[in-house]
């Protein structure tokens, strides 16, 4: 599968931790997807998982905290 090809190039190039999957509920996962990051969604709103990748990328350092409201 492609996927998984790519995935790894994400992996070797920005780490383990710094790559993840975003997976829609229903979706049919690859057979070794439980060794990546991953963040799934509800079928159709791709938007329930924004504050999750952000959470990530805050923790990456690759965007400052945002004050809360």
Same mark, same amino acid.
């Given at each position: 599968?492609?996927?998984?090809?790519?995935?790894?190039? %994400?992996?070797?190039?920005?780490? %383990?931790?710094?790559?993840?999957?975003?997976?829609?509920?229903?979706?049919?996962? %690859?057979?070794?997807?439980?060794?990546?990051?991953?963040?799934? %969604?509800?079928?159709?709103?791709?938007?329930?998982?924004?504050?999750?990748?952000?959470?990530?990328?805050?923790?990456?350092?690759?965007?400052?905290?945002?004050?809360?409201?």
């Amino acid at each position: 599968m492609n996927v998984v090809h790519e995935m790894g190039l %994400f992996q070797g190039r920005l780490g %383990f931790m710094r790559a993840i999957v975003l997976l829609e509920d229903g979706c049919e996962e %690859f057979s070794n997807i439980q060794g990546l990051g991953q963040i799934r %969604f509800p079928k159709g709103n791709v938007a329930a998982a924004f504050e999750e990748v952000r959470m990530v990328l805050e923790r990456e350092g690759l965007v400052g905290k945002l004050a809360a409201s």
